[in-house]
Structures are given as C-alpha cells and as structure tokens.
T-cell receptor, first 114, second 112 residues
Framework: ETGVTQSPTHLIKTRGQQVTLRCSSQ?????VSWYQQALGQGPQFIFQ???????GRGNFPPRFSGLQFPNYSSELNVNALELDDSALYLCASSFTQGANEKLFFGSGTQLSVL | DAKTTQPTSMDCAEGRAANLPCNHSTISGNEYVYWYRQIHSQGPQYIIHGLKNNETNEMASLIITEDRKSSTLILPHATLRDTAVYYCIVRVASGGSYIPTFGRGTSLIVHP
C-alpha cells in the first residue's frame, strides 16, 4: 500500500475525445510524476511537477498537459485522443531531497481509445 | 532514453537465489541506483536503492560494483510471488531536472 491513489481505474474513450486522469499523492510528498506504459514496455516519463511547477517533460506532444494542486493532488489531461494513447497511465509521488528520490506508484489508470 | 541495460528475461527455481544484473555505466557520481518490480499491470513497487555501499532490506540485497557501473539485485530465496518484471533505474538529466527513467526491465519467472 503506497498511499497513492488514481482514478478512474479503467476508462474507455473514442478517438478525438479529451480525458482527465487524477492522482492523489502520499501525504507530505512534494513531487508528482506521470508515466505512460504501453503493453510490454517499461513506463515512459511524461512529465513531473514539483511544488505545482512543471519540473521536467519527456518526449510527449503538448496535447498532454498536467496540473499539480496545493494539496499535492495532480491531474493528467490528454486532448485529441489517438489510438496510440491506449496505455496504462501511472502516477508516482515522491519527496524529492537532493539525489534521493524514492517513487511511490499508484495502481494506474488503464485507458483504452477506440 | 534509458541509461540502464538489463537482460530481457531470467528464470529461477523456487527457494533458490535470484541474481538480477544491471549495467549503468554512465551513472553520475551522486546518483542513486533504484530497483522496482512490477507485477502484471499494477504500479511498480519499490524494492531497494543504493549509492556506493551494498544494501540489504527485508526484500532484497543490492550489490554495487566499486566503479558503480553495474549492480546486482539479489532475492535470496525466491518464491513464486516474486515472478514479476524488475526494473533497475537511475535518474537522467533532462532540461535542468533529473528524471527517474525506466528501461524495459527483466522479466523474472520463478518456477516450482
């Protein structure tokens, strides 16, 4: 039990639609990261927020956007969904202190785009 | 753009030690090596991490070479429930930040 919760657990959308995924971080954590995991692949970094500011971004287009709120909950928004966006989306929270960054993952949201 | 290299798959007999290697030859001096595991479509679970010294906890041991270019995760008495994908990760510099970056991991199968 990591204390990180994601909602919804499963979601089905159609191409072109927009989706918002939510994550509630572990209490006291100041950093939230989002990853996309396609079937059979390792998690791919989307972006990270540190104290409500975007702190790093992976190789994802601008239609992937996010927010981190003062209570350290977070959202991932994806606009104009494409079939290739079908994946498991993982949220990870951490208390970043120098080089020490232990990640606590939620169980993920399985997104299917039809 | 993972900075670690792991074998794609390994297998181990139940009750025996599982030794999972990882190459991280470009790791910078103050970056930690982390190990996580993922059981089918769940979120990755933290196992252990280390900087220079060998580490042990209730789940596993981590052996880091003196030059820090590689490490080995040891599950001393593997059980069927240890069947999972194991990821060795380091943080990668990206636009002024350091990002935990996953590769494809090692699929460990523990058989009876």
């Amino acid at each position: 039990e990591t204390g990180v919760t994601q909602s919804p657990t499963h979601l089905i959308k159609t191409r072109g639609q927009q989706v918002t995924l939510r994550c509630s971080s572990q209490s006291g954590h100041n950093t939230v990261s989002w990853y996309q995991q396609a079937l059979g692949q390792g998690p791919q970094f989307i972006f990270q927020y540190y104290r409500e500011e975007e702190n790093g971004r992976g190789n994802f287009p601008p239609r992937f956007s996010g927010l981190q709120f003062p209570n350290y909950s977070s959202e991932l928004n994806v606009n104009a969904l494409e079939l290739d966006d079908s994946a498991l989306y993982l949220c990870a929270s951490s208390f970043t202190q120098g080089a020490n960054e232990k990640l606590f993952f939620g169980s993920g949201t399985q997104l299917s785009v039809l | 753009d993972a900075k670690t290299t792991q074998p794609t798959s390994m297998d181990c007999a139940e009750g025996r030690a599982a030794n999972l290697p990882c190459n991280h030859s470009t790791i910078s001096g103050n970056e930690y090596v982390y190990w996580y595991r993922q059981i089918h479509s769940q979120g990755p679970q933290y196992i252990i991490h280390g900087l220079k010294n060998n580490e042990t906890n209730e789940m596993a041991s981590l052996i880091i070479t003196e030059d820090r270019k590689s490490s080995t995760l040891i599950l001393p008495h593997a059980t069927l429930r240890d069947t999972a994908v194991y990821y060795c990760i380091v943080r990668v510099a990206s636009g002024g930040s350091y990002i935990p970056t996953f590769g494809r991991g090692t699929s460990l199968i523990v058989h009876p």
